[in-house]
Structures are given as C-alpha cells and as structure tokens.
C-alpha cells in the first residue's frame, strides 16, 4: 500500500505545470527552456487534431525498449483499439476508469519484470548502487530513463521530485525499491500514455501550433517506428536538428533502415487491408501473413513500383500454402518466391490474407467485399443500412439456391443505390473463397457456377482479383486512396478540408517519385504540416 500510495502522489505531483510549461518550446539536453521563432506556415495546409493516446501496439513497443519487455500486456489487457480503418485514430480513444486502473497495475507488473533478473536490472539502472541511499546513482536512473520515457529531458524540479522517493528505498533497505516507483510512475504519467504535443502559437495563425523538437522526435518516431523515439534521435532534438525540412527528411531516411520501420510499414498494410487478424489455423494464418508480409517488403524496402503490390506475378510460398492453393509446391517449407505460371492470380489481392475480407455466413459476402473495396481502396464513404436491415442476417432463400440470385433482392427499390455500388466488386471476386482458393461454384451448390465477373460502376467491369487490381491501378483512384489512407496513418486521424492541399501535393509527389512508398514516407515527415498542429476548436 505505501509503495502504491507513493507513486500515486508522484504521478499526481508530475502532472501539475507540465502541460502549461511545455509550452515555452524546445529545451536544451539539459532541460532548461530554449526560445523558438515559430516560422510562417499556411494555416489552411494544417487539419485540427486533439489529444493522442499511445494504441496496444505502441505501448507494448514502448516496454519493449524502454525495459527489454516483451511480454506485450498492452495488445492482451488495454481497451481494445478501434481500428478506423486505423488503431491511431484520436477520436475514437475513450478515457475510462478501467483504463487508468490497467494501466497502473500493468506498470507495477512491468516494474516487477524487469527488475526481476540481475543482468537485466543493471542494465537498465546503469549504475551499481553503494546502497538504499545512494542519491547519486538514482539520480543518473531517473535523468536516462525518464528522457526515453517522457520523451524529453526532465527539469531539474522534476528530477528532485523523483529523487524523494528514495526515502522508500532506505525504509526498505533496498535500492531498487525506489527505481520501482520511478518506474511504475513514468509508466503511468499522462507524457508517456499520450503523444503529447503542446506546441508553440504561431504568430498571425490563430490556433496553429508549431512543434518543439522533442515533440518533433516523438512524432516522427511514433509514425515510422511505432515506438518512441530513441537516444539518437532525441540527441537530434536536443541539439535542434529537427527542426528543417532537409532535417526531418535526414532523420526519416535513417529511421526507414531499421527493423522497426520494416515492422510499420508491415502494421499499416496489415490495418488497411483488414488481415491483422486472420480467423484460420495457426498453421494457415502463420502462412498467409508470412505470403502477403514478404510481398510488401519486397515492394515497399525494394523501392519499386508500389503498383506491384497490386500486380506481381510472383509470390512467397511454403509448401503448405501452395497445397492450399492448389499451385505447385517450392519444396521448401520455410517458403521461397515462386511465379504464378498458369493461375490467373496477381499481387496482394490474390492473396488469402486479403480474401478473408468479408467472410460472413460460413461463406463470403460479395456485399461486404465490395463495401470494403469502396471505403477501404477507393476511399469513398458508403452510408449504412438502414435501421429496417438486419445485416446480420443472410440474404432471403428465394426459388434460386443460387448466391447470385438471392443478392439479385438488393435491386429492390431502397436498396438498390447501394448495392449497385457494391455487389457487383463482390462477385468479381466470388471465384475465391474466404480462405483464399479458387473454386467454381457456390458452396455445397455445385449447380450454382460462378463465373468471377464483377464491375466497379463508373469505372469498369473486372474477372477476378487480378482483374480487378488492374482495373483500379488504371482509374487512379487506387493510387489517390493508398496516400490518402497513409496519411490518416501518420496524422491518427481523419483527414479535413485543410489537409487536402498536403494530400494533393504528396499525391503529385508520389506519382513523380515513381510510386516509392519509401519516398511517400519521407515526403510526408519532411513536409511542412507535418511540423506543425491546429486546435480542434480552430476555424
């Protein structure tokens, strides 16, 4: 209880001022405040965003290297992220009473895991401790882990508030009492829980903000990495060199070389195309990721043609999948690159990884494929049904055992508008099951034969996965929804009409760039918004 008691009063104590003093701009490695001279920036160019909380991932990278933790309690035991299509997305974050009372018993767990091995313990603490009083080895504990967690370096007032707890360590005789505190403290303080971005007022830019640069360090690092950032890119923020654009565009370019990066990237496709969780065999799904991760790596790291994500002929196979497939196997089970010859198959969304969108029924629902393809591809907004619909339930039997036939009900007056949107992407995909292999008719219905012709109204008509990349990479529209989708990504939240200069710009960009996905990623933390934050109460 006292222990409790004491990080509680510390957690309250570090709250107070923070907020209103991290205003002043950006400090020195030595936490004294540094004036800035916020720059001129189109107050249009810049979309309202509000308070951030770290997701499940996040948090779980942050334990990860901040105490070598890789437990990952964060995915199993905080709320569930609403995935919008993203996991990032402020607005759909809920404070709750169940998440503060998580959160603390999470960071005392995590505290108790990482002191619990000798080895593990001095490395973290970084200093052999004299004994239960020894101020001075504490002190350099709380200044290094307090700027990784916080993400900035502490003031000397704060530093002094931590050293306080030392009193527990000597009640206690024992020294790792009080790094404990420090620790399950940090864990809990709103500056680690939320991407916090207080930001500088910009003169004659009513509600825009200008990013200090550890503010700067955190959110490039959150966007590339998935995690806080690191030593080295806080020594950057410290020493001002975020501050540029040529500066953020060097330190991104670094960052994109690390495996973490490789991790992100992997994450946001994961999120966009709707296979982070996939509901086969561990077997199965084990081989539909490791299928669809080494095609985006392949792409996106190999900076080629993001177009080919959408039409390579080639793809990652193990034996097992190739059997589940139906293709020849690579006589490999750890998987190698294998053409897809004969099979009409091309680029991710051949993949079963992605063709497990719209299971439904113990079947696939053409109205769910298609729906996803509009929103998710295309980026167009499809209302909901209508309170009269349950979508729940399977279309009606009509005389017809057919699928085709059934969904031929949604023509009906009042839903048509809809479903003519929709519907028709879906049975061009019909030829795939929900687990991704080819077939030829509908389910226990060998009568029922699918032909795999599908359209997009307006746009043009399709056979099949491959067919339908093809026909979405030639509207444009693919390309102009994948950017749009990256930089809700990046911004973790909705885009507005303010944003739509910056998407427009980086959309041109991408486009002369050769479609690197890379480079998007560059050009979307060099660019000018990125540095900077509207208000959401701002016109």
């Keep these: 209880m006292i222990l409790r008691l004491a990080t509680l009063l510390l957690l309250g104590a570090s709250c107070v001022g923070e907020i209103k003093e991290a205003s002043a701009g950006s400090t020195t490695a030595q936490g004294v405040p540094q004036a800035r001279t916020p720059g ?4 249009h160019a810049v979309g309202p965003s509000g308070l951030r909380r770290l997701t499940r991932t996040e948090y779980d990278n942050a334990l990860r290297d901040l105490l070598g933790d890789t437990s990952r309690p964060g995915w199993a035991r905080l709320p569930e992220d609403a995935f919008d299509p993203f996991d990032n997305n402020y607005a759909t974050q ?4 169940v998440l503060v009372e ?3 018993t999470m960071a005392e767990e995590a505290a108790t895991r990482a002191l619990a091995d000798p080895t593990r313990r001095m490395a973290l603490v970084g200093c052999a401790p004299t004994g239960p009083d020894d101020a001075a080895c504490l002190r350099r504990f709380v200044v290094s882990f307090g700027r990784r967690a916080l993400r900035r370096p502490l003031r000397e007032e704060e530093v002094e508030r931590y050293l306080t707890l030392q009193s527990y360590a000597v009640e206690d005789r024992n020294f790792h009492t009080a790094v404990a505190l420090v620790i399950r403290a940090m864990l809990q303080d709103p500056e680690f829980v939320y991407a916090m971005e207080i ?12 990013l200090n640069d550890f503010e700067m360090a955190s959110r490039l690092s959150f966007f590339l990495l998935g995690a806080p950032p690191t030593s080295s890119l806080l ?11 040529a500066d953020r565009r060097a330190a991104a370019t670094k960052l994109l070389d690390s495996p973490a990066a490789k991790e992100r990237v992997t994450w946001f496709h994961a999120q966009w195309l709707r296979y982070f969780q996939l509901p086969f065999s561990p077997e199965l799904t084990a081989a539909l990721r490791t299928e669809t991760d080494a095609l985006v790596q392949k792409v996106v790291f190999g900076k080629q043609d993001y177009f080919n994500l959408f039409r390579a002929t080639e793809t990652f196979l193990t034996d097992t999948l190739a059997r589940h497939y139906g293709l020849p196997a690579p006589g490999s089970t750890g998987g190698a690159w294998m053409g ?9 969304l051949s993949h079963g990884a992605f063709l497990a969108v719209g299971a439904k029924f113990d079947d696939t629902s053409p109205t769910v494929r298609g729906r996803f393809v509009r929103e998710y591809l295309l980026c167009q907004d499809i209302p909901p049904p209508p309170p009269s619909v349950n979508a729940d339930e399977p279309p009606p039997e009509t005389g017809s055992p057919c699928k085709i036939d059934r969904y031929a009900e949604h023509t009906d007056v009042g839903c048509a508008t809809c479903h003519k949107q929709i519907d028709p992407i879906g049975f061009g995909l019909e030829a795939y099951g929900r687990d991704g292999r080819f077939r030829t008719a509908d389910v226990d219905q060998p009568q029922c034969r699918i032909k795999g012709d599908g ?3 307006g746009v043009g008509t399709f056979n099949g996965p491959a067919g339908l990349a093809d026909l979405l990479v030639k509207s444009g529209k693919l390309e102009a929804c994948a950017v749009r989708q990256l930089y809700r990504f990046a911004t973790g939240r909705k885009e507005s009409a303010h944003d739509e200069p910056t998407i427009g710009r980086l959309g041109d960009l991408f ?29």
């Design 199 to 210: 930001g500088q007022a910009v003169p004659g830019s009513p509600g825009i903000l200008k």
């Design 94 to 97: 809920i404070a709750s009473g």
């Design 340 to 348: 897809y010859g004969a099979s009409p198959r091309r680029g991710i």
């Design 40 to 43: 001129a920036v189109d107050a």
């Design 455 to 457: 359209e997009v109204l």
């Design 235 to 245: 020594d950057l923020a410290a020493a001002g060199k975020l501050a540029t654009a």
């Design 511 to 539: 486009a002369r760039n050769g479609r690197s996905f890379v480079d998007l990623l560059v050009e979307i933390a060099s660019g000018e918004s990125f540095g900077f934050k509207r208000l959401e109460a701002s016109p």
């Design 102 to 104: 998580t959160l603390e």
